[in-house]
């Protein structure tokens, strides 16, 4: 059974930073496209971030484009997502998931299997 889960959120003013983490248990993400998608209150879930199965390319919404850092740790079966200079519209909800094997980008949500149960990130202004 794959379990994503989530954690690092939780309450930062705006220009901080946070670290977001997500274990994978079940599979191993060697070959598998991960990504980081967001819901903030009242709108539909958005994408965020996207790293490659091999970790060499990553894709990052424009909203976070320069702010936001995906890695991919094979070692441990985890991805993380560095966040700086939080503005309060980055305030939503986060959710890891798992994408298709073997590709080098995925940001449609349908071609994502495997989800997390979703964190918190409030950045207040």
């Known amino acids: 059974q794959v379990q994503l889960h989530e954690s690092g959120g939780g309450l930062v003013q705006a220009g901080g930073s946070l670290r977001l983490s997500c274990a994978v248990s079940?599979?191993?993400?060697?070959?598998?496209?991960m990504g980081w998608f967001r819901q903030a209150p009242g709108k539909e879930r958005d994408f965020v971030a996207v790293i490659s199965w091999d970790g060499d390319n990553t894709v990052y919404a424009d909203s976070v484009k320069g702010r936001f850092t995906f890695s991919k740790h094979n070692a441990n079966n985890t991805v993380t997502l560095q966040m700086t200079s939080l503005k309060p519209e980055d305030t939503a909800i986060y959710y890891c998931?798992?994408?298709?094997?073997?590709?080098?980008?995925?940001?449609?949500?349908?071609?994502?299997?495997?989800w997390g149960q979703g964190i918190q990130v409030t950045v207040s202004s």
């Open positions: 079940g599979s191993s993400i060697s070959t598998y496209v």
């Open positions: 998931a798992r994408g298709p094997r073997w590709t080098s980008a995925a940001m449609t949500q349908r071609l994502f299997d495997y």
